[in-house]
C-alpha cells in the first residue's frame, strides 16, 4: 500500500494539470497567497480542534501510508504460532507455568522465538494482560470474552480518531477555498478603477482558483488519505481480533491448535495463511539434518 498511496496522489496532480493545460488554462493563475490561506485556515482548525494527541497521530498516521503494514502474511504466522505455543505451555505445565514469560516477554524463550512480534509493544501488552486474566482472573469464557470486546472497542475507537480528525478537515476544505475567492473577489473589486477589463478578467479567473484548490485538496488528497488511514486501523486492528479469538476459545476448552485455527479463520484472505500451511508451521514438520555417520 506504500507505493500505490503515492502513485494515487502523483496520478490525481498529473490528470489535473495536464487536463487544465489541454484546455488552454494557464498555471500563473494559481497564486500562492490563495494556497496559504486555505492550507493555513485548514491547519489552523485542525489543530483546534484537536488535542495534541490526535495531531500527533493524525501526522504519523498520514506519514505511514507510505509504510508497508505491519502485520503480513508471514507476521501472521509468527503471531499465531506464538499463541499457539502459549496455549500449549500452558496446557502441559500449567497456567501459571506462563507466568515468568509474560511478566517479562523481552526475557521469555517462548516470546523471543518471535523478534517480529516482539516489536509490537501495544500487541506484547495486549496478549500478556489477557493471559494475566486466564492465569488469575478466573474468569468464564463469556465474562473473558466480554472484557476482550470492550477493550477491543477502545482501542479501534482510539485507532480510528485521526482518521476521523483528518476527514473533518477534508470536509472544511471547500470551505475554506471560498473564503479564498471571496477575497479574491475584494480584491479585485478594489482594483476596478483602476484595472482594464483584461486584467479584471485575470483577477476573478485567479479567485475562482481558490474554490477550486479548496474542492482539489479536500477530493483529491485529504479525503483518500483519510479513508487509506481508516482501512489502515482497520486492518492492524485484525492482529488484536485473532489473538481475542484464539484465547477465548482456548478458555472454551478447545485444544491450542482448533483454537489457533478459529483465529485463522478471521484474517482477511491477502494475509490468511492456508490451513495446510499452518499446519506444518505449528507442527514443525521440517525435519533437522541427521548427524554423520562414522
Given at each position: 500500500m506504500s507505493m500505490i498511496a503515492l502513485f494515487g496522489s502523483v496520478i490525481v496532480v498529473l490528470s489535473v494539470v495536464i487536463g487544465f493545460l489541454m484546455a488552454g488554462g494557464n498555471l500563473w493563475l494559481w497564486h500562492p497567497s490563495e494556497i496559504v490561506v486555505i492550507i493555513g485556515a485548514a491547519l489552523g482548525a485542525f489543530i483546534t480542534s484537536n488535542s495534541v494527541k490526535t495531531c500527533k497521530a493524525a501526522f504519523a498516521g498520514a506519514i505511514g501510508l507510505l509504510k508497508p503494514l505491519p502485520y503480513t502474511r508471514e507476521v501472521y504466522v509468527e503471531l499465531l504460532k506464538l499463541v499457539f505455543d502459549l496455549l500449549v505451555k500452558s496446557r502441559k505445565e500449567g497456567l501459571l507455568a506462563i507466568e515468568n514469560d509474560i511478566s517479562d516477554p523481552k526475557k521469555s524463550p517462548v516470546f523471543s522465538k518471535y523478534p517480529k512480534i516482539l516489536e509490537d509493544d501495544h500487541m506484547i501488552e495486549f496478549i500478556t494482560d489477557c493471559m494475566r486474566l486466564m492465569v488469575g482472573?478466573?474468569?468464564?469464557?463469556?465474562?473473558?470474552?466480554?472484557?476482550?470486546?470492550?477493550?477491543?472497542?477502545?482501542?479501534?475507537?482510539?485507532?480510528?480518531?485521526?482518521?476521523?480528525?483528518?476527514?473533518?478537515?477534508?470536509?472544511?476544505?471547500?470551505?475554506?477555498?471560498?473564503?479564498?475567492?471571496?477575497?479574491?473577489?475584494?480584491?479585485?473589486?478594489?482594483?476596478v478603477a483602476d484595472s482594464t477589463s483584461a486584467e479584471l478578467g485575470a483577477k476573478v479567473g485567479a479567485a475562482l482558483v481558490g474554490t477550486f484548490l479548496g474542492i482539489?485538496?479536500?477530493?483529491?488528497?485529504?479525503?483518500?488519505?483519510?479513508?487509506?488511514?481508516?482501512?489502515?486501523?482497520?486492518?492492524?486492528?485484525?492482529?488484536?481480533?485473532?489473538?481475542?479469538?484464539a484465547l477465548v476459545a482456548s478458555v472454551r476448552g478447545y485444544p491450542p491448535q482448533v483454537a489457533v485455527e478459529f483465529a485463522r479463520k478471521l484474517l482477511f484472505s491477502d494475509v490468511r495463511p492456508t490451513f495446510s500451511d499452518l499446519e506444518d508451521s505449528l507442527k514443525n514438520k521440517a525435519k533437522a539434518p541427521e548427524p554423520p555417520k562414522t
Amino acid at each position: 500500500m506504500s507505493m500505490i498511496a503515492l502513485f494515487g496522489s502523483v496520478i490525481v496532480v498529473l490528470s489535473v494539470v495536464i487536463g487544465f493545460l489541454m484546455a488552454g488554462g494557464n498555471l500563473w493563475l494559481w497564486h500562492p497567497s490563495e494556497i496559504v490561506v486555505i492550507i493555513g485556515a485548514a491547519l489552523g482548525a485542525f489543530i483546534t480542534s484537536n488535542s495534541v494527541k490526535t495531531c500527533k497521530a493524525a501526522f504519523a498516521g498520514a506519514i505511514g501510508l507510505l509504510k508497508p503494514l505491519p502485520y503480513t502474511r508471514e507476521v501472521y504466522v509468527e503471531l499465531l504460532k506464538l499463541v499457539f505455543d502459549l496455549l500449549v505451555k500452558s496446557r502441559k505445565e500449567g497456567l501459571l507455568a506462563i507466568e515468568n514469560d509474560i511478566s517479562d516477554p523481552k526475557k521469555s524463550p517462548v516470546f523471543s522465538k518471535y523478534p517480529k512480534i516482539l516489536e509490537d509493544d501495544h500487541m506484547i501488552e495486549f496478549i500478556t494482560d489477557c493471559m494475566r486474566l486466564m492465569v488469575g482472573g478466573n474468569l468464564d469464557p463469556n465474562e473473558l470474552e466480554a472484557l476482550l470486546d470492550y477493550e477491543l472497542e477502545t482501542h479501534h475507537k482510539e485507532a480510528h480518531e485521526p482518521a476521523h480528525a483528518v476527514q473533518q478537515v477534508a470536509d472544511a476544505l471547500p470551505g475554506f477555498g471560498i473564503v479564498a475567492a471571496v477575497l479574491g473577489i475584494v480584491n479585485t473589486m478594489a482594483a476596478v478603477a483602476d484595472s482594464t477589463s483584461a486584467e479584471l478578467g485575470a483577477k476573478v479567473g485567479a479567485a475562482l482558483v481558490g474554490t477550486f484548490l479548496g474542492i482539489l485538496v479536500a477530493y483529491g488528497f485529504v479525503g483518500p488519505i483519510s479513508s487509506a488511514m481508516k482501512g489502515r486501523a482497520e486492518e492492524e486492528g485484525k492482529a488484536f481480533e485473532v489473538v481475542k479469538m484464539a484465547l477465548v476459545a482456548s478458555v472454551r476448552g478447545y485444544p491450542p491448535q482448533v483454537a489457533v485455527e478459529f483465529a485463522r479463520k478471521l484474517l482477511f484472505s491477502d494475509v490468511r495463511p492456508t490451513f495446510s500451511d499452518l499446519e506444518d508451521s505449528l507442527k514443525n514438520k521440517a525435519k533437522a539434518p541427521e548427524p554423520p555417520k562414522t
